[in-house]
């Protein structure tokens, strides 16, 4: 390796770093414009730390199961149950923050499924114009034919209801979403001279897709992603509330909520601070999403 | 009327009979292309035919909807002809680009109008002219891919380091239209179509990007297909030029002869409607026509001359029966009823 | 006008009869037994077998769906397992409330989302547009059974405003069933306190269902108009002196709600999907309370009429919201016809 | 001496962007005489509707004026009241957009728009037969076909030359001072952009109006102004009788873009090097400096001063001021 071209290698590293900084600063200052993404990003990471760290944060991890004491029940929030108790005397703030556990992780599975699925399926009926993309299209209207939540709800009656059947649910008749988004996308890049350019002097279908096309879409790829957490807690928490999702004893938000409806209004805390709880990790996410779209729009 | 200023480079005037016999690289034949669209079928090209010789540049003029654009994206293969063919180097391409054999793909390619589409975003500019070299498998390994890059920016006058790794966000429009440029010729194609390689950008940057193309033409033994509305331009860039209106072609002749004694009332039109800086230019424009009335539907194109509705000097005969071409003089041909 | 009306309504139907085999397969194709769970775990064999034959669940796939397609076509949804009678009964009977529910909400976001969002829109940047953000972002960010309970709390038992539950007061006597529907039956027998009495009961739950919609098209409305100023035809129209009343209130606005309305038209939609939730919780008895017992039950026949119901809903809701912005937007309403 | 009916003087505007306020306009002095019809060339990005727009106040709302006054017949337009101003846009100033298919509400009638425009000017004329008999006259002084027809469709249902003549109209429906016109034929069709022009030159001629015509394309001002202002990166740099600029310009940037126009005849130059500057830390002196083959020294640390060389001919370039 003779010194020009090393020398031309540092140089080129240095430019590289120096434009990787410039890029994230940029990006960065664009999030950063509002200050309600930052507010959203903070929300988010201390919904997704309770989460990871739920075990070692709940005081009363064993209340996650199905013990009971009844001889606690119901009490206020106090020093030794910040959140009070439920009606089988189990801690609330320790179910709640296991709570936090579900939410994300029926989110994140749902969306580590239906993400590449839906993705890919809207990329090929954006660029391959014709039957496929009618088909594909065709198909992902029927799903988008009837609220979210109603479909959600026939298939978990379908299945038994669990925490992993409700992903399920949630998983089949979300990916059309990102079909249509990717599809949108593709369908209008594809005629943008760089696209036809990579045609006439012959790339592969492939190359086009994913190497032409998927990297301009990522942008608001990321921003739906970031938003649909939140939707999908909500639509998730919805189904475990009507009693088709999670059952108890699990911890799932939208379980303890029911749970705590019957002893309305005396012991209003069972079911009011799992609910604030749901609102906290979707506000949390809304407001990174809209953070993550600011940072890729002009 | 003797020529003033400097004679428009790649075009020699004295050698134009020698390059007749020789046998043109692209002849297209009756050559149609209807779009079914929700409002009924729009007459993009009607039966058009015109030859381009080996290292010449052909003009292809005419306003928006004329079919020009259309011509270049079926000769190229992004539309699949109506009817009509196309034979490159005396081979029939009338077939959409898919179908096309990958050695074709190889000898043309295409600079687009708009610099800012032609570029894609995310990726640098060595991944974007280093794309046909890997396609075309010009290359072996990185090494090899770097150096041909290299090469092919200098041939574009972009200083290499400079540009290799940077994004098209951080380049101008018209250094945009040189990394273009770069990798329409990185194959060393011997056709190449230049659909309005200038008219995104500002009169200072068109000049650096024309005088590129045509040292390009030189040094590689290009042929250009050249389309533009801008006349002027044509006039310093074109061997040859054709004058679209409508999907048909109307008139087309040697540039000198073109501009010096236009025959066809849309011609005079046009050139009568070209603004000018000097007043040697107002002079050599046709007096006689002036612009009037506006260009019709392509869905339903007026019967007989397209031209019709706003020739001044329209017949009972041009609403009826489509002029067919006569030659006025050698190579100038002409299809009006006058 | 009508050449886009008929595509669309066509290109529905084409849909729903899509979601008519989607739910109809995923009831009989997912694991478990449905006819032992309805009937429930003790019930002979010989019975069980002899009620799928009567369900014809024994038949080929195919075969089942097209004479269950007959049945449909000729208003029959089916024998329902749980409440023993024909499900399109059921159905009628419970309907009606939801929709009342429905109307009630949609009329409480399409005015409070028209308002929101010309509000944050004339006040673009400043205290009103922060305000109605925030609201937006809590609107989107609750889900409509967390409001309910919420609203639940506070106005019916700390600060008793509104019932707690059901759709109609216990002591008025309910009037005549003519339509099914409270409210118009009420008006219809000329009984007025019962007619308000309802729409008492309506209120909260109403909004609780609309909320999450009103925040996202008041964004929407809000985005559109705050986008569109700076667009050459109101610079334009600045340029030339028009009074700023009307360059807001009329060449900003009507542009700035079209977006707003294909989304509306979802939303509202959309509620027939919340509306399972909040039913529960003000124990509505609409439509939803059943869909969800039935779903408890797996109730084959009763799940897939409930969802097949709420598709021709929501189809219903979509043509008027695309009528409604071809009525607004020229562009599309003359596109397509090759003005 | 006629008049001064508009005066633009040592004008600085930016716009605040993610990476800093861009100093778009950087001292641009422009004057207008009644009756006097002036050109402003320059290329995309060297601000020219960035001083029509800070004229009638219309800038977007990140722009920032930093300095500089524009007195419209003797009085400052910034420190106008809103109803003075509003004066100003009805009656007093017109302006045409480059792009007419922008410039028009999609969603309305070319009619209720047309209607608007009158109304907000003369508020008695509001009975609609006279108001709809003069939409018709409007639309046939700008030779519009079928004015009934256009008056009933919306813009996107009319060609581009179609919808321009419409925006004339519209300046047209009060006895106006002022037509500003930015690039009013740049998107249009070359034969289209011949009757657009025409038209315009002819109601000017017929009204008597001063004119700052805008346009990228040298040619297109050629036969239309008395005087051109030459542009360039947020400065005006030289102002000289439409004849003499053309034929013998002073400034390199000038000489540049005329030799870089390709000639009619045949014929044109090498153009001109480099790119359009960054206006978030633009050159220090000259702006041109970076892209000029004749710069000096002190081109790159001092901006020149505007100077008069043969009396209706100035220049801010340091080759000519014997400092």
Not at chain 2, 171 to 196: N, Y
Not at chain 3, 243 to 262: D, G, N, V
Not at chain 4, 122 to 146: F, G, M, Q, Y
Not at chain 4, 280 to 297: A, D
Request: aromatic content about 10%; overall charge positive.
């Amino acid at each position: 390796m003779n010194k020009a071209r090393l020398l031309r290698i540092i140089r080129l590293s240095k430019i590289i770093q120096s434009r990787r900084l410039e890029f994230a600063k940029r990006m960065w200052y664009r999030f950063s414009r509002s200050k309600l993404s930052l507010v959203g990003l903070v929300m988010a990471i201390v919904s997704i730390l309770t989460a990871l760290l739920a075990p070692w944060i709940a005081p009363h991890p064993e209340d996650v199961t199905k013990i009971t004491h009844f001889e606690r029940k119901f009490q206020l929030p106090s020093l030794e149950y910040p959140l009070g108790t439920d009606d089988y005397g189990r801690d609330i703030f320790s179910r709640t923050i296991f709570g936090f556990q579900y939410s994300l992780m029926m989110a994140a599975v749902v969306l580590v499924l239906v993400v590449p699925v839906g993705v890919i399926l809207g990329l090929i009926a954006g660029t391959r114009k014709g039957l496929i993309e009618t088909v594909i299209m065709r198909v992902a209207d029927i799903f988008i034919a009837v609220p979210a939540l109603v479909l959600a709800l026939a298939i978990c009656s379908v299945l038994t209801p669990s925490v992993f059947n409700a992903m399920m649910a949630v998983s089949l008749m979300w990916w059309p979403w990102y079909t249509r988004l990717t599809y949108h996308i593709a369908s209008s890049l594809k005629n943008e001279y760089f696209v036809q350019a990579a045609e006439l002097i012959g790339a592969s279908s492939f190359h086009i897709m994913f190497r032409e096309i998927l990297p301009n879409c990522l942008g608001s790829i990321l921003t739906k992603v970031t938003l649909d957490v939140g939707w999908v807690i909500l639509i998730g928490s919805s189904l475990s509330f009507v009693g088709l999702g999670a059952q108890p004893p699990t911890p799932d938000l939208g379980t303890m909520v029911a749970g705590g409806g019957q002893y309305m209004p005396d012991f209003w805390w069972v079911s009011i601070f799992p609910a604030v709880a749901i609102a906290f990790i979707i506000m949390g996410f809304n407001l990174l999403g809209d953070g993550v779209r600011d940072m890729f729009t002009e | 009327m003797r020529e003033t200023t400097a004679s428009p480079v790649g075009f020699t005037t004295k050698s134009d009979d020698k390059m007749a016999e020789k046998e043109s690289i692209l002849v297209v034949k009756n050559l149609t292309k209807h779009f079914k669209t929700s409002f009924g079928t729009v007459h993009a090209v009607d039966n058009i035919e015109f030859d381009v010789r080996f290292g010449e540049t052909f003009g292809l003029v005419g306003e928006s909807g004329s079919g020009k654009t259309t011509t270049g994206y079926m000769i190229m293969g992004v539309y699949t002809p109506t009817s009509g063919r196309i034979v490159f180097k005396g081979q029939d391409i009338s077939v959409h680009v898919v179908k096309r054999p990958k050695s074709i793909k190889k000898d043309m390619s295409i600079v687009f109008q708009d610099p800012a589409s032609s570029l894609n975003p995310s990726k640098t500019i060595k991944e974007i002219v280093g794309l046909p070299l890997k396609v075309h498998g010009l290359v072996k390994d990185n090494v090899e891919l770097n150096k041909g890059v290299e090469e092919l920016l200098e041939a574009v006058e972009l200083p290499p380091e400079r540009f290799m790794d940077t994004l098209p966000g951080d380049l101008g429009g018209g250094e945009k239209q040189a990394v273009a440029i770069a990798r329409a010729i990185a194959t060393h194609p011997s056709f190449v179509v230049l659909d309005e390689p200038t008219s995104a950008l500002d009169v200072s940057v068109q000049a650096k990007v024309i005088k590129t193309l045509m040292k390009l033409q030189q040094e590689l033994k290009l042929s250009y297909l050249f389309i533009t509305h801008d006349l002027s331009l044509m006039r310093n860039v074109a061997s040859r030029v054709a004058i679209m209106y409508l999907g048909k072609i109307y008139e087309y002749a040697p540039a000198h002869l073109f501009f010096h004694n236009p025959v066809h009332p849309y011609t005079k039109m046009l050139l009568s409607s070209v603004p000018v800086l000097t007043d040697e230019e107002e002079t050599s424009k046709p007096r006689d026509v002036k612009s009037t009335g506006e260009v019709s539907s392509a869905i339903n194109p007026p019967p007989g001359c397209r031209f019709h509705p706003r020739c001044p000097f329209a017949t009972t005969i041009c609403k009826v029966k489509e002029p067919e071409f006569v030659m006025i003089e050698p190579e100038h041909y002409v299809a009006c009823h006058l | 006008m009508s050449v886009y009306i008929a595509k669309r309504a066509a290109y529905i139907v084409f849909t729903l009869f899509g979601l008519s085999i989607l739910v109809f397969t995923l009831a009989r194709v997912l694991p478990g037994d449905p006819v032992r769970m309805a009937l429930g775990p003790r019930t002979p064999p010989e019975i069980i077998e002899q009620v799928r034959k009567q369900l014809r669940l024994d038949r080929p796939l195919y075969e089942q769906y097209f004479y269950w397609l007959r049945d449909v076509a000729a208003g029959d949804l089916g024998y329902s397992l749980y409440t023993k009678r024909s499900v399109t009964h059921d159905v009628l009977e419970f309907l009606p409330a939801s929709l009342e529910l429905i109307i009630l909400a949609a009329i409480f976001e399409i005015v409070g989302a028209f308002l929101l969002g010309v509000i944050a829109g004339r006040f673009s940047y400043k205290w009103p547009d922060n305000l109605v953000r925030v609201f937006s972002y809590v609107g989107i960010s609750i889900p409509s059974f967390v409001w309910a309970i919420i609203f639940q709390l506070l106005f019916t038992w700390f600060l008793p405003l509104f019932p707690t539950i059901g759709n109609i007061s216990r002591d008025i006597p309910s009037p005549p069933k003519v339509t099914g529907f409270l409210t118009l039956d009420s008006l219809l027998a000329g009984r007025f306190d019962a007619f308000a009495n309802v729409l008492w009961h309506g209120i909260l739950p109403a909004l609780a269902l609309c909320l999450g919609g009103m925040a996202q098209d008041a964004r929407i409305i809000r985005t559109g108009m705050v986008e569109n100023k700076d667009k050459d035809y109101i610079t334009m129209a600045t340029s030339q002196g028009l009074p700023e009343r009307l360059i807001m209130f009329k060449y900003l606005l009507k542009p700035s709600i079209i977006p707003a309305i294909t989304v509306m038209g979802m939303d509202i939609a959309g509620m027939l999907g919340n509306a399972f939730t909040v039913e529960i919780v003000f124990r509505w008895p609409g439509f939803s309370k059943y869909g969800i017992e039935v779903m408890k039950n797996v109730d084959l026949n009763a799940i897939v009429g409930v969802v097949l119901v709420i598709g021709v809903i929501f189809a219903i809701m979509n043509i008027i919201a695309d009528i409604l912005v071809a009525y607004v937007d020229p562009r599309i309403r003359l596109m397509e016809r090759g003005e | 001496m006629t008049e001064q009916l508009l005066e633009i003087k040592n004008l600085y505007v930016g716009y605040k962007t993610y990476r800093g306020t861009s100093k778009v306009l950087n001292g641009v002095h422009l004057s207008v005489n009644t009756g006097e019809k002036v050109g402003l060339i320059g290329e995309s990005g060297c601000g020219k509707t960035t001083t029509m727009k800070t004229i009638l106040r219309i800038l977007p709302a990140n722009a920032v004026i930093q300095n500089g006054e524009i007195y419209f017949r003797g009085k400052d337009i910034q420190r106008m009241g809103k109803n003075e101003l509003n004066e100003l846009r009805r009656t007093y100033i017109a302006m045409i957009f480059q792009d007419p298919t922008a410039a028009l509400n999609p969603v309305f009638k070319i009619e209720t728009q047309l209607a608007d425009v009158i109304k907000s000017s003369h508020a008695h004329e509001s009975r609609t037969e006279e108001l709809n008999a003069k939409c018709i006259r409007l639309l046939k002084e700008v030779a519009l076909p079928d004015p009934e027809r256009v008056l009933d469709s919306y813009p996107f249902q009319l060609s581009g030359g179609m919808r321009q003549r419409v925006c004339i109209a519209m300046a047209l429906a009060t006895p106006r001072y002022l037509l500003i016109a930015d690039e009013p034929t740049t998107n249009l069709d070359v034969t289209i952009q011949d009757q657009v022009l025409h038209l315009i030159k002819d109601i000017v001629e017929k009204r008597k109006l001063s004119v700052i015509l805008i346009s990228h394309a040298l040619g297109t001002v050629r036969g239309f102004v008395d005087k051109v202002c030459a542009m360039y990166a947020g400065e005006i740099f030289e102002v000289a009788e439409t004849e003499k600029l053309f034929s013998d310009p002073l400034h390199p940037y000038t000489k540049g873009l005329l030799e870089s126009t390709p000639r009619l005849t045949g014929g044109f130059s090498e153009g001109i090097g480099g790119r359009v500057p960054d206006y978030i830390n633009p050159p220090l002196g000259c702006r041109f400096h970076p892209r000029c083959n004749y710069s000096l020294s002190i081109c790159k640390k001092e901006k020149p001063p505007f100077i008069d060389i043969e009396g209706n001919h100035s220049v801010a370039c340091w080759l000519y001021n014997k400092k």
